[in-house]
């Protein structure tokens, strides 16, 4: 069977880094083949090179049993290739049908989009997610969950004979995400080849035909996934064994350091719970649950309407971020690049940009403290740069959310609220950082932590709270907290009887 995209002995160096060393890649027609690697590994630059954005040092592209050199994304998407990024290439301000359907949109005679036909064909476009979206609204009113399906849709509607997914479920939930893989599979059933490049194993192991893995720029090996383990896929990547994804919890005693009573506001509703020193909160939900919002709304961001927050039994008024802190609460949001870092800027600043007051001199910041903060963090974290002054965007995904820590670790936070800390990075530095929120929880520190990844938020967590529309429908113990229980009450499958002790402890 001739594949639809052979990359043949493809060479890619960028000053100081040689990406790929002579990577060989195939995808054949009808075929998922993921695409698995650690950060910085080659996934982005042999996905990009694919995609037309680089265009290989040395080697051979191969697009139907044709050598080619593309040119652009463009030159691409002619040849049937198609890619969706994981940074994504959306119009916020224009609706979501002109999104869908960029420079493909229905016209009469007279060049004259016809507005009736592309909305009915966004809804078509839509359906295979399962979810409800307006065509007509614009994009910027939607969550990133729902543009990450906008942008997937779009890929999808252009009828690619390849199509490359780079991290495509990283902002979406457990019910889209299965939505999603109905969708690929009818792709695949259709003789579309798909090139899915995730970090989420699981996922990998549940989709994909076959997964190549890549290790410091160079091919390990390909493998049929019915023929190989999670356990052999990951020695693969990182070198090593992985034991324990998820460190021992603490068994020791807890104060309440933030509490919450009736909070609402934009996107949730009558919220109360208690997130305590020493444990991890986990906070699970589907798409739209009020996870974040809440999130965004007891750290100041868009304050809450009505309600209490309660730090260590003292009331408080959050209105802005820069109360919260003063009151010793730290935010890692979903979105690091949008939200949480300076990327044209260095490490050092990134890391210090939390706590300049005590980097400064009786004027201006200290040059020197700011170089041993950053060191500090660069060994603490095991952050791989080229060092302290090295910009932020050329760091690796995983690097990326590592220093977005230590700029609030640098301030010895009493309560971190982490949304999505894990996504998009490999599964050594989700290992890494799951042992850092483990390690700030033990320092007596509260730790919630929003989780769009069930098994994450069950290995992690002391107790685990679950939205379902904007509302707080259960809180389960670590030993009460199974896989169905939670689901069900997510989904809201089950009725939730509330309970005292061991089981649900809020309905």
């Given amino acids: 069977m001739e594949p639809l995209v052979r990359a043949k002995k493809i060479t890619k160096a960028f000053p100081g880094t040689l990406a790929l060393n002579e990577v060989d890649f195939e995808l054949l027609p009808g075929e998922i083949h993921a695409l698995v690697g650690e950060n910085g590994a080659g996934k982005s630059t042999l996905m990009h090179i694919m995609a037309g954005v680089y265009s290989a040092d040395r080697g051979e592209l191969v697009v139907e049993g044709r050598p080619v ?34 420079n493909s949109q229905p016209v009469n005679g007279r060049g004259m989009i016809r507005f009736e036909e592309l909305y009915r064909a966004t809804e078509e476009a839509l359906k295979p997610f399962g979810i409800k979206i307006n065509p007509r609204a ?56 798909i090139i899915y490049v995730s970090h989420k194993l699981d996922e990998v192991f549940a989709l994909a035909d076959r997964i190549t893995v890549l290790k410091d720029g160079q091919r390990v090996g390909t493998v049929p996934t019915a023929e190989t383990s999670q356990e052999a896929v990951v020695r693969m990547m990182v070198g090593r064994e992985l034991d324990q994804m998820f460190p021992p919890r603490n068994g020791g005693p807890e104060e309440t350091v933030l509490e919450v009573r009736n909070l609402s506001g934009h996107g949730y509703s009558n919220v109360s719970l208690k997130a305590s020193s020493g444990k991890v909160l986990g906070l699970f939900g589907l798409t739209g649950a009020g996870r974040t919002e809440l999130a965004r709304g007891i ?119 982490a949304d999505e800390p894990t996504r998009g990075v490999d599964v050594g530095a989700k290992a890494e950082i799951h042992s850092l929120l483990r390690d700030l929880a033990n320092q ?64």
């Fill in 69 to 102: 050199t593309l040119k652009d994304t463009n030159h691409a998407q002619q040849l049937g290739i198609s890619t969706v990024f994981q940074e994504l290439a959306l119009s916020t301000n224009m609706n979501v049908a002109e999104n869908v359907f960029t």
């Fill in 138 to 193: 614009p994009l910027r009113r939607y969550t990133v969950a729902v543009q990450q399906i906008v942008e997937i849709a779009r890929a999808i509607q252009r009828q690619a004979k390849v199509l490359i997914l780079d991290e495509p479920t990283s902002a979406i939930g457990e019910r889209e995400t299965g939505q999603l893989m109905k969708a690929l599979r009818m792709l695949r059933d259709q003789g579309v080849g």
């Fill in 299 to 417: 750290f100041g961001i868009e304050p809450s309407a009505s309600g209490e927050i309660v730090i260590r039994g003292r009331r408080v008024r959050m209105t802005t971020p820069r109360q919260a802190m003063k009151e010793g609460l730290a935010y890692i949001p979903e979105d690091r690049k949008e939200d949480g870092l300076f990327l044209e800027m260095s490490l050092q600043e990134n890391v210090a940009v939390a706590c300049l007051k005590a980097l400064s001199g009786l004027i201006f910041l200290n040059p020197s403290k700011l170089e041993a903060l950053a060191r500090e963090a660069i060994a603490k974290l095991r952050i791989k740069s080229k060092g302290t002054m090295q910009h932020v965007s050329r760091l690796s995904g995983g690097n990326q959310q590592k220093v977005l820590f230590a700029k609030w670790l640098a301030r010895n936070p009493a309560v971190l609220i």
């Fill in 444 to 507: 007596g520190a509260a730790v919630v932590m929003i989780s769009s990844e069930l098994p994450e938020v069950l290995g992690m967590s002391d107790r685990v709270a679950v939205m379902r529309g904007g509302r707080l429908v259960a809180t389960f113990d670590c030993q009460a907290a199974t896989e169905e229980n939670v689901a069900a009450c997510a989904l809201g499958t089950i009725n939730v009887e509330a309970t005292t002790g061991e089981g649900i402890i809020n309905a």
